[in-house]
């Protein structure tokens, strides 16, 4: 088991947080989290499936008819969608200093799972468009009592992305 947290807005918005289950990682399987509420994107808008590491949640979306933009440090995950319609690839260090490589894009679904760069937050809330949705799954405090991560820079304090989203998500 893990301690972690989620969070969904949707622009117009509702907001949602709740606790989460972790998928074996075994599997390419989209986080229950994510597929329980993927509906709330927009049909046919793009999705930023951001730290995408192998996908499996651009592919989701991809299967659900939404075009696809998968971001991370590393593609190689995602290399096999290179090239297929309606999938952007863009290669990006988030936490190297730098500005956010989408500034000013918006997108019907931002989905962030198993990822935490708090100066990233505004950016990601900032990315959403009117009427879409942001998807946030990550770990919380006491996920160091079942293991990794354990060190609090990566970990969700209590009510951290509700704070994020407050007055700009609903």
Known sequence: SSARAGILAGGGMQCQAGPMT???????????????????????????????????????????????????????GVADLEGQPGVALLRADLEDGGAFPLAGRRFAGVVVTNYLWRPLLPALVAAGAPGGCLLYETFALGNERFGLPANPDHLLRPHELLDAVAGQLR
Request: aromatic share 8%; charged share 20%.
């Open 22 to 76: 972790l998928p074996d990682p075994r599997h390419d399987a989209p986080s229950p989290w994510i597929r329980r509420f993927a509906w709330l994107v927009p049909a046919g808008g793009t999705v930023l499936d951001l730290a995408c590491g192998a996908g499996r949640h651009a592919r989701h979306f991809l299967g659900l008819g939404h075009p696809v933009l998968a971001l991370d440090r590393d593609l190689a």
